[in-house]
């Protein structure tokens, strides 16, 4: 008999971790966060590995100014501190995709923070706007150790991001720019991430193909793809 209650309890209990999973599925991180603290049964249904796959920063459930700098200012700084800080405890090691928002104003503190919470993390894209210095970047990258695409936005086109990401991250295979790109950057890849198989450049000044394909060892599907895009922005 007390078998018989004791699997009764447990299929409630797994029946009501489910219901919650499902529910906070909906929710924005912010949410999210605020209800791991409700009681024990909604903080262990926030950690559900399903629910942290992707921490999209874009979707935090507030109004945010679509312009650079938005973030920019002590509280702003402090507040994208304690979002970083609640999500990685509760996702942690589950989350395989971050997407900051474009418009964030990233420091080393914040980047370095989230890296040492979330060594899995396989997709990176980054904000447009900060202060990262080669430190912060070598730091997270050492982290981001098993990172394979990474999205480069003008604050990280710098060559020595290119150093960084092939010293540390040897598994990465795709990048995709959201700023110009330059010969620099081109040789930057060709010397620092041979292994690159997918380039993507989106709707951005690029210069001419048949420059990139002048560059020594520079992948020739990466050329004919900017050739594709550039023909397209035209």
Not at 115 to 120: F, K, M, S, V
Not at 126 to 142: D, Y
Request: contains cysteine; aromatic residues 10%.
């Amino acid at each position: 008999m007390k078998n018989n209650k004791s699997n009764n309890s447990y299929s409630n209990d797994h029946l009501f971790y489910e219901i919650l999973v499902r529910i906070f599925t909906v929710l924005h991180v912010a949410d999210l966060a605020k209800a791991s603290m409700v009681c024990k049964a909604w903080n262990v249904a926030s950690r559900a590995p399903e629910l942290w796959k992707t921490l999209d920063l874009n979707e935090l459930g507030m109004d945010l100014p679509l312009r650079p700098y938005a973030w920019f200012g002590e509280h702003s700084s402090k507040k994208m501190t304690q979002i970083l800080k609640y999500a990685s405890s509760l996702g942690g090691e589950n989350i395989s995709c971050l997407i900051f928002n474009y418009y964030v104003y990233l420091t080393n503190a914040h980047l370095i923070s989230i890296a040492e919470r979330t060594p899995n993390l396989k997709m990176l894209v980054l904000p447009i706007t900060g202060n990262i210095s080669k430190f912060g970047v070598e730091t997270a990258m050492r982290s981001w150790r098993n990172i394979e695409s990474i999205t480069i936005t003008e604050m990280f086109k710098n060559v020595n991001f290119f150093e960084v990401v092939g010293k540390y991250c040897k598994n990465i295979v795709r990048l995709k720019f959201t700023c110009s790109f330059e010969k620099g950057q081109a040789e930057g890849i060709v010397k620092y991430i041979p292994n690159l198989r997918t380039l993507i450049i989106r709707n951005v000044m690029v210069l001419g193909g048949e420059e990139l394909a002048q560059t020594p060892n520079f992948p020739r599907k990466c050329v004919d793809g900017i050739l594709q895009v550039e023909s397209e922005s035209c």
